[in-house]
């Protein structure tokens, strides 16, 4: 009872597995060992973290994303007592281990509630990994990063999303579970809530009330030269989107062959950098030599020569 589920490619053989948070604060992982067009799951099995399981005390609600810009997914969770935490991929793409010695954030609200549930995503555009964490009585709340995605903190929870009439964004029913998507193809990220009762609720964003600093939304795609170029330890890749998509930034030799998937996800509009450190899926160092970097969204595609020097 109580399952939250995420999908997620968890182990880098380009098929979406299912992660299921319980009431009890356990982690369940099913991977896909079908197809990504005829997916079949295992049996579940819970997933740990350093030598033992993941348990984050109860009510677990977890998001896959990766959220320092190494090229691995980590963990962030929600739970009963409304603390966010990460968990941090020291592994690999294909065997990921999740580590939180050092979360990045703790308790983010002093009361408890049946759960919290985070969003992560770049809402004010400033190049940085915010937070949106909803609550079971229906308050939605916008923690801004102060810091940067590798060191983030956090602005203090009075920022509620605010209605066009300055009223705080309330779920009337309480139980807010969210999603944010362009529902309106916009270029804005707007809010899709569940509630106790079953209800599903979309609160569309206006450029007026947005809760975006100065930043100007990008006019079009673009993929920017990576820097530095050549690069020896890693190299940052910075581009652009004009509105809320699906983006993929992959990794190729010369010959075409796949090397790393740095980017495959749902993306906010605005400027957005991810670190290539020269290894490939295995986790290996890549050969010196000139590679490509592939950004696509739908039919939008663009290249971009890089070189790794040793």
Known sequence: MGAVPQVADINGDDRFDLLVGD??????????????????FSAGVRLNYGAGPLDVGANSCPVVIDWNNDGLKDLIIGNESFRVLSYINTGTVHAPIFDNSTPYTTVLYSNSFYRCHPEVLDLDRDGKKDLLVSQNNGNVYFYKNLGTDVQPYFTSPENSLKLTDERDLIVSAGGAHMEMADWNNDGLPDLITGDWNGNITVFLQEAATAVYNDTPTPKGFLLNPNFPNPFNMSTVISYEIPKAEKINITIYDILGN?????VSEYQSAGLHKIQWNGRNSDDLYSSSGIYMVVMQCGEWIDRQKITLMK
Not at 23 to 40: A, L, T
Not at 258 to 262: A, C, K, Q, S
């Open 23 to 40: 009431r009890n604060g356990v982690i369940w992982i099913y991977y896909n060992i079908g197809s990504k067009d005829s997916p079949v």
């Open 258 to 262: 796949r090397i790393r998937t740095l």
